[in-house]
């Protein structure tokens, strides 16, 4: 069965430190890939998108990712993280069907 | 450009009661999906629709819920009877079309409470 995990369920930053979340897949055939988050009180929203190409995906709000095959992995990341990043993370995927990971919860101290 | 509306925002109900969400997504979208999401998971496909017909519904336990989108519009997700394990955020998403290519726009959820 095709899946998408999240290791990290709770991560606590301090502003300006770095941020990497990692989520990996196990399915072969055509990679989609995503990264959502949904902000405290608001709407599930999309980060950022992986088909072709180029590995390296850079989504809004300064967040890029990095599609590595040989480890089925899309790690998300962010170079200096703000206060406003907290937010709960989710990595999504599929051949035929949306399937998310559990998500990550990210608070970022001021 | 009004998002997905989605109605009650709130349900609390007591088990082998019934329940029904309701989904407007935005104008012009053909697909809608709705997403399961239990507390400490990630959304979960129930459902997603093509104008009115039905793509994947595999993941739907036809036995108590039922969900249609009889105009290829507004669309109702029913659950009868409930169970305690039906507590969650119910989602509703609609795209432009189905596949990856197209994103996802998300509605607020209904949180359901069964007791």
């Known amino acids: 069965a095709q899946s998408v995990s999240q290791h990290n369920h709770h991560v606590i930053l301090s502003e300006a430190a770095s941020l990497e979340l990692g989520c990996n897949y196990s399915?072969?055939?055509?990679?989609?890939l995503f990264w959502y988050v949904q902000y405290p009180g608001q709407h599930l929203q999309l980060l950022l998108k992986?088909?072709?190409?180029?590995?390296l995906v850079k989504g809004i709000k300064g967040f890029e990712a990095e599609f590595i095959k040989s480890k089925f992995s899309f790690n998300l990341r962010k170079p200096s993280v703000q206060w406003s990043d907290t937010a709960e993370y989710f990595c999504?995927?599929?051949?035929?069907?949306?399937?998310f990971g559990t998500g990550t919860r990210l608070k970022v101290l001021a | 450009e009004a998002g997905v509306a989605q109605s009650p925002r709130y349900k609390i109900i007591e088990k082998r009661q019934s329940v029904a969400f309701w989904c407007n997504p935005i104008?012009?979208?053909?697909?809608l999906y709705w997403y399961q999401q239990i507390l400490g998971q990630g959304p979960k496909l129930l459902i997603q629709?093509?104008?009115?017909?039905?793509?994947?519904d595999s993941q739907l336990p036809k036995d108590r819920f039922s969900a249609e989108r009889l105009k290829g519009v507004d669309s109702t997700l029913k659950i009868q009877p409930a169970k305690l394990e039906d507590s969650a955020v119910y989602l509703c998403?609609?795209?432009?079309?189905?596949?990856?290519?197209?994103?996802?726009?998300f509605g607020p959820g209904t949180r359901l409470t069964v007791l």
């Open positions: 998403a609609s795209s432009l079309s189905g596949g990856f290519l197209n994103e996802q726009f």
């Open positions: 399915y072969g055939g055509t990679v989609n």
């Open positions: 992986y088909f072709s190409g180029d590995p």
């Open positions: 104008s012009g979208h053909a697909t």
């Open positions: 999504a995927g599929g051949t035929y069907k949306y399937i």
């Open positions: 629709f093509q104008n009115n017909g039905v793509v994947d």
